[in-house]
């Protein structure tokens, strides 16, 4: 159920209506829809009576809630969402490219990396501090240190930074980093999704290893419903029964997250493919597909990779991916 407010409601009754709501075993998430504020209840809305509801003064009108996820859908917003990063846009008309080391390892390994890819043309800088490893014995990340690193090579490159960040706790520690990453394995920790919907930074959010698009879009709902706009979607492959290659890309859920949503869909063809042979195929398949943007695992040195050098792909073939996806690009937007 959705409560739409009078324009002139005071904070003081904001907080008296959501105080009567929580008497009522409800709570309620605060939109501003064109100057007026509006409460997304949730709770067992159905068993309160809309027209109690109704007879409230600072109340203008209660709606069913008509979508299920009303603000991650393209119904209520048929409008792209475009995500603004500095000079870089995401979403709508824009392209856009990350790229960067799966591992932040040295300073020398970023700068390097961070060199190569620039000249490419990416526009974000990706690099992993708080590493989610299958092993517990597997390398997990220089942590904090691995923020430094990567907010010193975006500040040197001016590139936007992206990291991954694996519990709200950490939040304090990427004060520095520009878009904050959930990754696969995170895509349903709602505490977690709760708590970056809390704060400003946009939320690049991939795809779980074994989600429907309808339990994707449901994760983007709790980061809007907190306040946070700004959700960047990104498909990374799923589960299915084949091994020849990490996980099976979905290249349908481009056209279908694009019509059940308003925000930018990007492609990690390096989680999908988990080799680097195919990830040139994938990314320029993607960008075919419709994608607004890829994010691709870029190694200087793969062999000596600390975590996934087997999909690193070297400097002069992401550019030349990078050069193939504009091109491609360029064909769908003239
Ligand atoms: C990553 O991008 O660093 C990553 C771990 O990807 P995913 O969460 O998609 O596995
Ligand atoms: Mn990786």
Known sequence: ?????????????????T?????????AARQLCQGKPVLLLSGQADRVDAGILLSLPMVESVLPLADPLPLASRR????????QVGDVSIGGGHF???????????????????RSVQSAGAQILRGGAYKPRTSPYA?????????????EAGREFQLPTVSEVTDAALLPQFEEIDILQ???????????????GRQPKPVLLKRGLAATYEEWLASAEYILREGNPHVI???????????????????AAIPVMQGLTHLPVLVDPSHASGAADWIPALGRAAIAAGAGGLMVEV?????????????ALLPQDFARLAADARKIWGLLHP
Do not use: W
Request: negative net charge; proline residues 4%; aromatic residues 4%.
């Open 139 to 151: 390398f997990a990340g220089l942590g904090e240190e691995g923020l430094r690193l990567l907010a």
């Open 1 to 17: 159920m959705i409560l739409v407010l009078k324009k002139d409601t005071s904070p003081r009754q904001e907080a008296q209506l």
């Open 96 to 114: 856009c490219l990350m790229a960067g080391p799966c591992t932040v390892e040295s300073e020398a390994q970023l700068l390097s990396i961070a």
């Open 76 to 83: 209520r917003h048929p409008a792209d969402t475009v995500v």
């Open 299 to 311: 190694h200087t040195n793969p062999a000596q990779a600390l975590s996934d050098g087997e999909q």
């Open 233 to 251: 979607l990104c498909e990374r492959g799923i589960r299915s029964y084949q091994s020849g290659t990490r996980a099976t890309l979905d290249l």
């Open 182 to 196: 959930v990754g696969a394995r995170n895509m349903q920790n709602y505490t977690l999704l709760q708590a970056l």
């Open 19 to 27: 105080a009567y709501l929580a008497e009522l075993g409800l709570t």
